[in-house]
C-alpha cells in the first residue's frame, strides 16, 4: 500500500508560479511512475503529466506544455509539478497519483494508476 500526500497549493494570480510537491510513503519510491491529474468543478480529473520510475521520461497534456515541469526525487519520495504561467483555466484541485513500474502502464490515462492522494486546491485568479 502506497500513501501519497499532496502540497503546496493555494491562491495565486494569473501569471504566477506554483510548485505542487507529493510525498509517498513507498519504500522503494523508485520502483513506481508517478503522475498528476487535475479535476476542476463539473469535469472529469484530467492527465497533466507523468514521470517514469528513473526520472527520465515524461509527458505532458497539450494544455500545459512548455508552462508545467514535472520532475522527482527518488531520495526523498518526492514528485514535484512546477507550474509557471499560470492561467485561470488551470483552476482545480490537483492529484499525485502512483503506479507500480512493473504494471507497464503510460500513465496518461488515470485508470494506469493504483494509488491517488487526497487533492490539493489550486486557483488562479484573473
Known amino acids: 500500500q502506497v500513501q501519497l500526500v499532496e502540497s503546496g497549493g493555494g491562491l495565486v494570480q494569473a501569471g504566477g508560479s506554483l510548485r505542487l510537491s507529493c510525498t509517498a510513503s513507498?519504500?522503494?519510491?523508485?520502483?513506481?511512475?508517478m503522475g498528476w491529474f487535475r479535476q476542476a468543478p463539473g469535469k472529469e480529473r484530467a492527465f497533466v503529466a507523468t514521470i517514469r520510475q528513473s526520472g527520465d521520461s515524461t509527458v505532458y497534456a497539450d494544455s500545459v506544455k512548455g508552462r508545467f515541469t514535472i520532475s522527482r526525487d527518488n531520495a526523498k519520495n518526492t514528485v514535484y509539478l512546477q507550474m509557471n504561467s499560470l492561467k485561470p483555466e488551470d483552476t482545480a484541485v490537483y492529484y499525485c497519483?502512483?503506479?507500480?513500474?512493473?504494471?507497464?502502464?503510460?500513465?496518461?490515462?488515470?485508470?494506469?494508476?493504483?494509488?491517488w492522494g487526497q487533492g490539493t486546491q489550486v486557483t488562479v485568479s484573473s
Open positions: 513507498a519504500r522503494t519510491f523508485s520502483n513506481y511512475r
Open positions: 497519483a502512483a503506479v507500480g513500474s512493473w504494471r507497464l502502464r503510460t500513465g496518461v490515462s488515470r485508470n494506469d494508476y493504483e494509488y
